[in-house]
């Protein structure tokens, strides 16, 4: 069984910054991709960022040069650093692993933006 959880969302103004957490625990192998997700309302749930165990890294070309995600593999830890947010960034954020063709998903993290 796999758990992920996320920490780190909240509301912040235009401009700002947010730094996801996403820890996993459980039956996983931390060589697998990690990655983040985002679902606006009555929006498709889109990839963010995702990372590979070697570090390779891609971004949504919505986000790129203003996130930056990592991890820590001692940890098993997912970050996202989200800077220069927009109100367009305003999404329930989701941590995914990608482990033996199966995507896992934790609860997710409001981030709201205003303008």
């Known amino acids: 069984q796999v758990q992920l959880v996320e920490s780190g969302g909240g509301l912040v103004q235009a401009g700002g910054s947010l730094r996801l957490s996403c820890a996993a625990s459980?039956?996983?192998?931390?060589?697998?991709?990690m990655g983040w997700y985002r679902q606006a309302p009555g929006k498709q749930r889109e990839l963010v960022a995702r990372?590979?165990?070697?570090?390779?890294?891609n971004y949504a070309n919505s986000v790129k040069g203003r996130f930056i995600i990592s991890r820590d593999h001692a940890k098993n830890t997912v970050y996202l650093q989200m800077n220069s947010l927009k109100p367009e960034d305003t999404a329930v954020y989701y941590c995914?692993?990608?482990?033996?063709?199966?995507?896992?998903w934790g609860q997710g993290t409001q981030v709201t933006v205003s303008s």
């Open positions: 990372i590979t165990f070697g570090g390779f890294t």
């Open positions: 995914n692993l990608l482990q033996g063709g199966s995507d896992y």
């Open positions: 459980g039956s996983i192998f931390n060589t697998n991709p």
